[in-house]
């Protein structure tokens, strides 16, 4: 019966030195989660900024860089070329 006990104690120590260190790492990959959810917040905005600017400077065609013909332009008058 002694040796039992003897036998199930040290099972209890083992197990609890495992949940320790399943602890350990639980808590190293929650903080590495926070990390990379940080990153892709930073990134998810960074790319709505350039989706904004892609969608700005798209709204600015004229005959130089798109097909509408020259007389849509309006009546500004073209940057000199330098010579």
Known sequence: MEEQIKLLM??????????????????????????????????TARIDELLQRIDELSHKKNSRNSSVPPSSDGYSKPAPKSQ
């Open 10 to 43: 040290q099972m209890n120590q083992m197990l609890a030195a495992q949940n320790e260190r399943q602890a350990a790492l639980l808590e190293q990959q929650a903080k590495q989660l926070e990390s990379q959810s940080k990153q892709i917040q930073a990134l």
